[in-house]
């Protein structure tokens, strides 16, 4: 029963440095979101997927790439990380379906700094 | 598009005084309401939702909100926190079948 995963938890990255930030959730959800946290501006959303094979931009989407070639898999991408993405970033998923009352659930998230 | 707003940046309260925490959303219909708590750390815990029905809803850890359409509100109230409740709370709205959109939340301070 473990949800939504985040890997890796911590990260620290160089200017210039690549990385990829995995999402994975065993709930069967369509949907699947990436939100960044700063402080004073809540969650922003970055890139979103309503579906395999699918992704969407953002609020927030440059200077980030996105994969979903898996449904339960959900990638973040930095090509060329920058310090203005430190950042705590949030993985979520969601199940649309209008019958269901339900809400996204949320990863424990990763913390990135970019130094 | 939806938008949040929580005006308070920052509130304190005392231990046993009662909270409430405001929400102002701006949506076309009614959207999906949701608060979520968020410790120093920690990821994001959902508190109470509102989908449709009863306006005042039930959440977890003793919290309620009501839905008050008139006035595109969904406030938090506790009738007495404890120093436990210190956090940060988010206000969230979504159509269903978009993403949430958040607040910029508001952080709660508990002094004794």
């Known amino acids: 029963n473990a949800g939504v995963t985040q890997t890796p938890k911590f990260r620290v990255l160089k200017t210039g440095q690549s990385m990829t930030l995995l999402c994975a959730q065993d709930m069967n959800h369509e949907y699947m979101y990436w939100y960044r946290q700063d402080p004073g501006m809540g969650l922003r959303l970055i890139h979103y997927s309503v579906g395999e094979g699918t992704t969407a931009k953002g609020e927030v989407p440059d200077g980030y790439n996105v994969s979903r070639l898996k449904k339960q898999n959900f990638l973040l991408g930095l090509e060329s990380a920058a310090p203005s993405q430190t950042s705590v970033y949030f993985c979520?998923?969601?199940?649309?379906?209008?019958?269901?009352?339900?809400?996204?659930?949320f990863g424990q998230g990763t913390r990135l700094t970019v130094v | 598009a939806q938008s949040v707003t929580q005006p308070d940046i920052h509130i304190t309260v005392s231990e046993g005084a009662s909270l409430e925490l405001r929400c102002n959303y701006s949506y076309g219909a009614t959207p999906y309401l949701f608060w979520y708590v968020q410790s120093p750390g920690q990821g994001l815990q959902l508190l109470l939702k509102y989908f449709s029905g009863d306006t005042l809803v039930q959440g977890i850890k003793g919290f309620e909100a009501e839905f008050k359409r008139s006035q595109s509100s969904f406030n938090l109230r506790k009738p007495s926190v404890h120093w436990s409740d210190a956090a940060e709370y988010f206000c969230?709205?979504?159509?269903?079948?978009?993403?949430?959109?958040f607040g910029k939340g508001t952080r709660l301070s508990v002094i004794a």
């Open positions: 969230a709205v979504d159509s269903g079948n978009t993403p949430l959109v």
């Open positions: 979520a998923s969601f199940d649309p379906r209008p019958h269901l009352t339900t809400e996204a659930f």
